[in-house]
């Protein structure tokens, strides 16, 4: 059985003081849910070490960290520190990384590989914009992005990832990829895991749909075969619609 999470990306949203309420809020509504998904919460660096406090039915994020380990690197958070601060994953490769701090899949590659060197289990995020999307392209975007980042980790590491696949059409825009768009590049996502590290870690794989998920439209984007979840970015900022998106399976 595949591990299910719904994990909420605050962005760069909350001053600390609502943050830890807002997590205090999920951790609460969370332990009165039945079932196995494992919730998660991206907060940004300066909250992580008191929302760290606050959580014990909900885990902790951290929305990025550096792709150097440690030095001369004036307002850098390197995967140690957000270890140290009680944090237990990381989001890599978020598409607003990508294109407005514009950083490329090499990058990510060494985030990723310093972020399971000390202990963080990375959200590694793919997907295409609308014009690749449009003219075709789309599975090579994909298969780009997961080839540089994540091939050519050990199987023991690649064991521990979890991919989010974010159309990024559908980032913030209240445009949510349809089931069978978002089932048929999960299935995809499988495949090229499938072909490069075999079939029990393809199986096991955990693979987050992110992209204008919300309550109302959680339950039909799960119920997809290759959908284990969801990476929940303007839905996540409220206690009570996160909480509704979780319990959508
Ligand atoms: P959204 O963001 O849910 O606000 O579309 C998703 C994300 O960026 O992870």
């Not at 951290?62 to 150097?68: L, R």
């Not at 140290?84 to 490329?104: C, L, M, P, Q, W």
């Not at 963080?120 to 992005?145: H, Y």
Request: hydrophobic letters at 45%; charged letters at 25%; one cysteine or more.
């Amino acid at each position: 059985m595949r591990k299910q999470i719904v994990a909420g990306n605050w962005k760069m949203n909350k001053t600390l003081q609502e943050g830890i309420d807002l997590a205090k809020s999920v951790n609460e509504l969370n332990e009165q849910v039945d079932g196995d998904v494992e919730v998660i919460v991206a907060a940004p660096f300066i909250h992580l070490s008191e929302v760290s406090r606050v959580l014990s039915s909900v885990r902790l994020s951290a929305q990025d960290c550096a792709s150097e380990a440690n030095g001369a690197f004036t307002g850098e958070v390197s995967a140690e520190m957000v270890r140290s601060a009680g944090v237990e994953y990381v989001i890599i490769g978020h598409s607003e990384r990508r294109t407005i701090f514009k950083e490329d899949d090499i990058t990510l590659n060494k985030k990723i590989k310093l972020a399971l060197d000390n202990g963080l289990i990375p959200i590694f995020c793919c997907g295409e914009v609308l014009e690749e999307r449009e003219s075709g392209k789309l599975f090579d975007v994909i298969q780009t992005q997961v080839e540089i980042a994540l091939f050519d980790l050990d199987p023991a590491d690649m064991g521990k990832i979890v991919i989010a696949y974010e159309p990024v059409w559908a980032i913030g825009t209240g445009v949510v990829a349809t089931p069978e768009q978002a089932q048929e590049m999960h299935a995809y996502i499988r495949k090229l895991i499938r072909e490069k590290f075999g079939d029990s870690l393809a199986d096991e794989l955990t693979i987050l749909y992110g992209g204008s998920c919300k309550p109302s439209n959680a339950r039909e984007i799960f119920a997809n075969t290759d959908v284990d979840g969801g990476l929940i970015g303007g839905a996540s900022l409220n206690a009570e619609d996160f909480i509704a998106i979780v319990q959508s399976f």
